[in-house]
């Protein structure tokens, strides 16, 4: 199965360097020995690779891997807020850094546009993420968003957006330490500038406006190896239209299977379960906060949510994101809680089909019902909502339910990253409470 969430358009730029110019070529059979035994080595092991911009950062680098002498918390201390650079990073010439406003739908097309074209493949490139631009504009404004981490560059004579990166404020816990973060995301340069050094200096411009407010820590995630993930996720896919994921070569008919065996295979009962299950309202905020706190209380690595994000995180929002719970038919007590957002893919080069419809499993509490149960009813409203396929990251509990209720492993990895803050060890995908959208 194939997954749109892993991208592999760094590795052919490990090898250029930062503005200096290139080795001549040794082309002796030493030479070509090293090089081939260098290549073997990378491929066993991304993190043999060099990382030119990477390893200039504050965050956990290969090399310290070992070292259980570093401590768990902030790898750098916070600067004078004087003393953070005023000016923006230098753009290449015809080049210029532009707010984005995402109030003015003309832009918020633009940047629909750019990311519709050239945000993340699948290693196939079969499928490339479609963001709709509402997702856009519900994933960038949660409540406090700061205008100036929406970043644009653009080409200054035709205006043209050619690349952005994004952060949004977060309250994040890395065991008992709650931390003001930004998390990072929608880092994209159009397909015609690749591999020009452009993205470590969108990188670090972000940076630069995350310390101007004062924060210091950031969390991220890649398809790619960088330094040094916290821990490393799989995507699981359930095939909910399993015809038409065949037809677009997401999925394969298995060995000794027939297309109406594996129809029947994945057919889901035409509504859910679970007496009480209904959708999430404005009035069930406060007591989803209560229930999603205490549960994500138990998890290494978490949001810290309070009810302003509960409302925009977690509110059902048509084609955005969706909430289920579970109200006891007696007493009326909110008992479980779930959700999924729509990240659509588009399909890439097929005569028959543009769009495959997929929901990503967000946060789910299990209290009184058990969680296969809450999932299953979940996967039962996302195919009653005309999805296509139901992803799940191994995180939380999730692999609880995932095999038992027909997930297959896909093929892409996520990596968790934490920008100036260690986690000596790492963490499981299973200590991990988090997901970015
Ligand atoms: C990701 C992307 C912006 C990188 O740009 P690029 O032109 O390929 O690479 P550049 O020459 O500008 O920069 C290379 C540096 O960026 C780093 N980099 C590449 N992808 C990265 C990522 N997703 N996150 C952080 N750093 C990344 C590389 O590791 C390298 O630094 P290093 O030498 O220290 O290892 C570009 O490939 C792209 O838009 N891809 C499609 C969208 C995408 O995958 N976005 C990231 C989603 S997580």
Redesign the pocket.
Known sequence: MAAPNN?D??S???S?S?GAPAAPEDTSIEALARRVQEHMTLANNPSA?????????PVGQFRDAADVSLPDGAIEPPTPLSEVRADPYPLPAAFEWFTCDLDDDALLADLYAL?AH????DDENMFRFNYSPAFLRWALRPPSFFRAWHIGVRATESKKLV?F?SGVPARIRARDDVVRMAEI???????K???????????REVTRRVHQENIWQAA?????V??TPITTCRYWHRSLNPKKLIDVGFSRLGPRMTMSRTVRLYKLPDAPLTPGFRQMELRDVAPVTRLLRAYLARYVVAPDFDELDVEHWLLPQEDVVDSYLVESPETHEITDFCSFYTLPSSVLNNPNYSTLKAAYSYYNVAVKTPLQQLMNDALIVAKQKNYDVFNALDVMENEAFLKELKFGPGDGQLHY?LYNYRIRNGIKPSELGLVLL
């Open positions: 991208n358009a760094a052919a730029s490990a250029t930062e690779r060099r990382h030119k911009f990477w390893e200039t950062q990311l050239n945000y993340v493949e690349a990166i995301n929608f880092l994209c340069v159009h397909k500038l690749r591999s020009k050094r452009l993205a470590p200096v969108l990188i991220y995630t890649a398809g790619v960088l330094p990253y």
